[in-house]
């Protein structure tokens, strides 16, 4: 079946660091991928989507593309803020069309 | 529209109780979801309606858990007979009928004393 694999966390940074967060999937088909945000104490937040091969999807600094040979699509940001400690999930929507399929999560700690 | 409402935010009950959650999507989202979270992982799919249809529903999900959706807009989830295993955050979301990624809500979280 469909699957996401995250890189596990913590990840611990500076402020200023360069933050890359790993995501691989496997599915059938064409996946919409997804990345999405929990800060402490709060809901999940769409962070960035990406619907085909190729396509990137950015907000807020955050930017990932979506990658068909590797299938993967890694979260980058080039100059993290202490803001941006929070959960990151990454998250596929395959064939089901429905149901989101999660990754476990990765702990992002940002210190000043 | 403020986006996807849950209440309450908080529920402390007591092991064997019943309680009963409420979701209030975005209004034009015609699909809404549940989902269940514990502290450390992703989600956990429960349910999911397209408008006041369940189309599915998680084969983890015990017969004391039901959602309905009466009116194809707000949604409720009960739990029957509650455990100190159903202590979780309670997620709610909605989506719009075209692919497109959920919204999701605050979240209800639930502590079974």
């Known amino acids: 079946g469909d699957s996401v694999t995250q890189m596990e966390g913590p990840v611990t940074l500076s402020e200023e660091a360069f933050l890359t967060i790993n995501c691989t999937y496997t599915a059938t088909g064409y996946p919409s991928l997804f990345w999405y945000v929990q800060y402490p104490g709060e809901g999940l937040q769409l962070l960035l989507k990406?619907?085909?091969a190729d396509d990137k999807g950015s907000n807020k600094g955050f930017e990932a593309t979506y990658r068909k040979e590797t299938t993967s699509f890694h979260l980058e940001k080039g100059s993290v803020q202490v803001s941006d400690s929070a959960v990151y999930f990454c998250?596929?929507?395959?064939?089901?069309?429905?149901?989101?399929?999660w990754g476990a999560g990765t702990k992002l700690i940002i210190k000043p | 529209d403020t986006g996807v409402s849950q209440n309450p935010r908080h529920k402390i009950t007591k092991r064997g109780q019943n309680v009963t959650f409420r979701c209030d999507p975005i209004?034009?989202?015609?699909?809404l979801y549940w989902y269940r979270q514990t502290l450390g992982q992703g989600p956990e799919f429960l349910t999911y309606?397209?408008?006041?249809?369940?189309?599915?529903k998680s084969r983890l999900l015990s017969d004391r858990f039901s959602a309905e959706r009466p009116k194809g807009s707000f949604s409720t989830l009960e739990i029957q007979r509650t455990e100190q295993g159903d202590s979780a955050m309670y997620l709610c979301?909605?989506?719009?009928?075209?692919?497109?990624?959920?919204?999701f809500g605050s979240g209800t979280r639930l502590t079974v004393v």
């Open positions: 309606f397209q408008n006041e249809a369940q189309l599915e």
């Open positions: 990406a619907t085909k």
């Open positions: 209004s034009e989202h015609n699909r």
């Open positions: 979301a909605s989506s719009p009928p075209s692919e497109g990624g959920y919204t």
């Open positions: 998250a596929l929507l395959g064939g089901s069309n429905y149901q989101l399929i």
